[in-house]
Nanobody
Framework: QVQVVESGGGLVQPGGSLRLSCAASGRIFSIMGWYRQAPGKQRELVATITRGGSTDYADSVKGRFTISRDNAKNTVYLQMNSLKPEDTAVYYC???????????WGQGTQVTVSS
């Protein structure tokens, strides 16, 4: 059984930082990533990372967010710096099983950037 559990969300002031973590279990995963969904908007890609460490970022977060992973722990991280109010959203972890290419989602963690 696959489990995907996010943590690390919260309330932060503009310009602040947060670190999200996502621990996945039950499979070996190829691509791990973060998506977000703001109220009234579609879910969008934030960043992804392959098992080999190749990364991809949305233009809106380049230079501010950093994705990383620990393959031994099946965990992916998202370091978010210089946060802006427009980063406010529910952040979801997505992982793809290496054998079946099935995607799994976490339950989401709220990030609110406000003064």
């Amino acid at each position: 059984q696959v489990q995907v559990v996010e943590s690390g969300g919260g309330l932060v002031q503009p310009g602040g930082s947060l670190r999200l973590s996502c621990a996945a279990s039950g499979r070996i995963f190829s691509i791990m990533g973060w998506y977000r969904q703001a109220p009234g908007k579609q879910r969008e890609l934030v960043a992804t990372i392959t098992r080999g460490g190749s990364t991809d970022y949305a233009d809106s977060v380049k230079g501010r967010f950093t994705i990383s992973r620990d393959n031994a722990k099946n965990t992916v991280y998202l370091q978010m710096n210089s946060l802006k109010p427009e980063d406010t959203a529910v952040y979801y972890c997505n992982v793809r099983a290496i054998v079946t290419s099935t995607n799994y989602w976490g339950q989401g963690t709220q990030v609110t950037v406000s003064s």
